[in-house]
């Protein structure tokens, strides 16, 4: 099993909150989640040792702890995941283990936690604090846990939030040889490549400030540390196929997110600036979602999304989604079981590649969820290698979580 934070760093996260807080009475709540996982791919992997059915098993634990003056706040939430056949999505995390202080407008947490930024639904560009759990999810969703040191100040006229972060987490792939969905090229995370001669210990540093103003809500943010998405480089080296070794470039990042609420539209806009090897590129993803309430008279609620995805690099950059449209509709039931779907699609306008997706959720009484995904790449233009390497790849996932 892979653990993705040492040991230590629970022993010393209890260790202070005991110093800060030795004698205070705490109020205690626990709470989680434990699910089995199923996975089928449609088509036959690249060789035989690529699965079709994959069993797994996952769970998560909060364990918080509150002063019961209400300024004092311990969090320790550990993940972890076992998968039958890809030994790198058996892996565990610490997606939190932090102390919160309150006090007045001032808010500080110290130890690991997850942040996140952004307003549009089919990427984040400006969400660049934690690192993704690429093994955990291929969406890009969920996130590692990320030490840090934030200190927030909220007044009137806006939030300002400064971040200091020591450590640097690795993005893990799942196995080319018995992982999937798999590109079948190997990423060697051992021989990742740092810019920073600090390499994992480069401090990064990064400034959030967001504030309402009638119907705006907006947020402008700055980073200058390490990209959390690597380059990836073809090697020399073997081991039955292609290996490419990732590189971790020092970046400097502003980002400007922005929603505007009018009635049933919200108008949403992320877009940054980033310099990265001495070149300056920007990104920016637009759009809008309108809402249909009482959907006929039926009680129910129907949402459409339309993005498009922009990278002044073209076909040149090393991530997806740089000339794209996405369309989306949003389904809720608005009854007692929480039921949901979501169906989207991508359609890529420079090489005519299509991605498809369908999420759905209900809540089995009131311990359990079952949630069910589907991914499809429907079609894989030429100059598209992600999707030509994804074509075969689709998948159907199931799960039933049980809430405690």
Do not use: C
């Not at 690991?112 to 993704?132: P, Y």
């Amino acid at each position: 099993m892979r653990f993705s934070l040492r040991p230590v760093a629970i022993s010393g996260f209890v260790s202070v909150a005991l110093w800060i807080s030795p004698t205070a009475a705490m109020d205690i709540e626990v709470s989680g989640y434990v699910e089995p996982e199923w996975r089928h791919f449609t088509n036959d992997g690249p060789t035989a040792e690529h699965e079709s059915e994959f069993g797994s098993f996952a769970g998560e634990l909060e364990l918080a702890f509150y002063s019961q003056s209400g300024d004092h706040a311990f969090i320790i939430k550990p993940f972890g995941r076992w998968d039958a056949h890809d030994h790198e999505r058996t892996h565990a995390d610490l997606r939190e283990a932090k102390y919160q202080y309150v006090n007045g407008d001032w808010e500080i947490i110290a130890g690991i936690d997850k942040v996140f930024w952004g307003v549009t639904e089919f990427q984040h560009l400006v969400d660049i604090i934690n690192q993704t759990d690429n093994v955990e999810s291929a969406d890009g969703e969920q996130k590692l846990g990320q030490p840090m040191i934030r200190v927030s100040l909220a007044r009137e006229w806006g939030t300002l939030t400064g971040f200091y972060l020591p450590y640097f987490r690795l993005r893990q792939f799942p196995d080319p040889i018995t992982g999937r969905p798999t590109t079948g090229i190997k990423v060697r995370d051992e021989k990742a490549i740092f810019e920073s001669d600090h390499e994992r210990f480069n401090p990064d540093a990064a400034l959030r400030y967001t504030h309402s103003l009638d119907v705006f809500d907006f947020g402008v943010s700055y980073f200058k540390g390490t990209a959390r998405t690597p380059v990836l480089a073809f090697t020399a080296e073997t081991y039955d196929g292609v290996s490419v070794v990732p590189r971790y470039d020092l970046i400097t990042q502003a980002g400007l997110d922005v929603q505007a609420t009018l009635g049933p539209w919200l108008l949403k806009f992320e877009g940054t600036r980033r310099e990265q090897q001495n070149n300056w590129n920007t990104r920016a993803t637009g759009g809008v979602e309108y809402t249909l309430y009482n959907f006929f008279d039926t009680g129910t609620d129907l949402g459409v999304v339309a993005e498009y995805m922009y990278d002044a690099r073209g076909l040149a950059s090393p991530q997806p989604l740089n000339d794209d449209f996405g369309l989306g509709l949003r389904w809720t039931a608005n009854d007692t079981q929480s039921t949901a779907f979501l169906l989207g699609g991508i359609y890529d306008l420079e090489t005519d590649s299509t991605a498809l997706s369908l999420e759905a959720e209900r809540r089995l009484g009131a311990s359990f969820k079952a949630q069910l995904e589907v991914r499809i790449q429907e079609t894989a233009g030429t100059g598209d290698t992600l999707a030509n390497a994804l074509i075969d790849e689709d998948m159907v996932r199931f799960r039933i979580a049980y809430y405690f």
